[in-house]
């Protein structure tokens, strides 16, 4: 099982990112997947969610209505938008699966299973 974030990298406040997460292994179309990030100092935190199903989406309030999860089941990939980038967004991206459909707590990285290795994202 892999998982291989890209897209991460420098930009300026307000501009946009599309983050992808490779998933090689297993097929994610029966999992839910989450994106994560972790500055510096701080707790790896929730970003998104998204259930099997591509319609319950689940958001940080920090991100809700800036960012947008995504799924291509055909690709095996996962996207996270990123629009109107703050400095306060900066941090490692990770993409996770969950061992089923759904979790307990979409926006907790415990309730995960498999991680990606993250992608850097800087907005200054």
């Known amino acids: 099982v892999q998982l291989v974030e890209s897209g991460g990298t420098s930009v300026q406040a307000g501009g946009s990112l599309r983050l992808s997460c490779a998933v090689s292994?297993?097929?994610?179309?029966?999992?839910?997947v989450g994106w994560f990030r972790q500055a510096p100092g701080t707790e790896r935190e929730g970003v998104a969610a998204?259930?099997?199903?591509?319609?319950?989406?689940y958001y940080a309030d920090s991100v809700r209505g800036r960012f947008t999860i995504s799924r291509d089941n055909a690709k095996n990939t996962l996207y996270l938008q990123m629009t109107s980038l703050k400095p306060e967004d900066t941090a490692m991206y990770y993409c996770?699966?969950?061992?089923?459909?759904?979790?307990?707590?979409?926006?907790?990285?415990?309730?995960?299973?498999?991680w990606g290795q993250g992608t850097q994202v800087t907005v200054s």
């Open positions: 292994g297993y097929t994610v179309s029966n999992k839910c």
């Open positions: 996770a699966t969950g061992p089923g459909g759904s979790v307990s707590r979409p926006l907790i990285p415990g309730d995960y299973s498999d």
């Open positions: 998204i259930y099997t199903g591509g319609t319950v989406t």
